[in-house]
């Protein structure tokens, strides 16, 4: 990228700083989850500053955590007698 869009990233830039697949990063994309992404061309790119920004609220929760949240919601749900 040119150093006007410096700071800037692609979906696969994104990705592999983050450890997802690129599908994950373009499926946040198209339901609007993380930060704002914007066009170069046809070319979607986010501000790499946001995604940091996004992470320290704690946006990203690993797919560990996820399941085990949902196994602990659905044992407050049902509890065993």
């Known amino acids: 990228m040119s ?25 946040w994309r198209r339901l609007r989850i993380g930060a ?18 996004w992470l320290r609220a704690g946006g990203f929760k690993s797919r560990q955590s996820r399941k085990l949240r949902r196994t602990n919601h659905a044992r407050e749900d049902h509890p065993i007698t």
């Open 3 to 27: 150093i006007l869009l410096n700071g800037y990233l692609t979906a696969q830039e994104l990705a592999d700083q983050l450890g997802v697949k690129k599908s994950t990063v373009d499926r």
């Open 36 to 53: 704002p992404w914007s066009y170069k061309g046809k070319t979607p790119i986010t501000r790499g500053n946001d995604w940091q920004e």
